[in-house]
């Protein structure tokens, strides 16, 4: 089976943009979860997505939000990027929702100046 | 919400030495507890899991265990090779998971 995907590999925007990030799970993996990974709070968790629906949100503010499709591809929305925002953006899909292996994809490189 | 600490933070070891690597965390609710490793520049891969109602699992070099009493669990790898050399992370939950801050584990030679 193909790997979870995600796209872009690397994004550069300047601040007060908006930036969407798109991920695709591995064939049948129904839940996507998304986390922002810097060098100093290591992977935070932002939100997961099963079925179409919100499951689980982190402790990030409403400039980030996500949505899932039917296909289960999910895409993430920052709105009024901030210079903070720069990192690694790492979606991982599962086979279910809850306590199950969790696969990640190669991450979306986001530099904001 | 859950709270996950991992040590240490940096580990050197020789090659064909152990390395252990322990985390606590705080949600006595978090029922699965999986590893990940990252090497530099590549995503972050699924070494090996544990749920509440196993103690102990292993998979050829690698070994986790898990004490829900005292809410910690650890990995150990043994005969450690230079391709170990990477960051490891820790993480618990029970719907969502919470990690570990990481440990860079360096194997010399």
């Keep these: 089976k193909a790997g979870v995907t995600q796209t872009p590999r690397y994004l550069i925007k300047t601040r007060g943009q908006q930036v969407t990030l798109s991920c695709s799970p591995i064939s049948g993996h129904r839940s996507v979860s998304w986390y922002q990974q810097t060098p100093g709070q290591g992977l935070q968790f932002l939100f997961e997505y099963f079925s179409e629906t919100q499951r689980n949100k982190g402790n ?27 990192a690694l953006y790492l979606c991982a899909s599962s086979l279910e929702d809850g ?6 994809g190669p991450g979306t490189r986001l530099t904001v100046t | 919400g859950e709270n996950v600490e991992q040590h240490p ?3 050197s070891v020789q090659e064909g030495d ?6 606590t965390y705080s ?9 990940y490793k990252q090497e530099l520049g590549k995503r972050p891969q699924l070494i090996i899991d544990i749920r509440s109602n196993v103690g102990e699992k292993k998979d050829q070099r690698i070994a986790v265990t898990l004490n829900k009493t005292a809410k910690h669990f ?18 618990a939950g029970n719907e969502k998971l919470t990690f570990g801050t990481g440990t860079r584990l360096t194997i010399i030679p």
């Design chain 2, 74 to 91: 650890s990995l150990h790898i043994t005969e450690t090779q230079p391709e170990d050399s990477a960051v490891y992370f820790c993480a």
């Design chain 1, 99 to 104: 306590p199950y292996e969790q696969y990640f």
């Design chain 2, 27 to 35: 949600d006595s609710a978090s029922n699965y507890f999986p590893w």
């Design chain 2, 9 to 11: 933070s940096t580990l």
């Design chain 1, 60 to 86: 990030f503010p409403g400039r980030f939000s996500g949505r899932q499709f039917s296909n289960s591809r999910s895409e993430m929305n920052v709105s009024t990027l901030e210079l903070g925002d720069s």
């Design chain 2, 18 to 23: 152990s390395a252990v690597i322990k985390c």
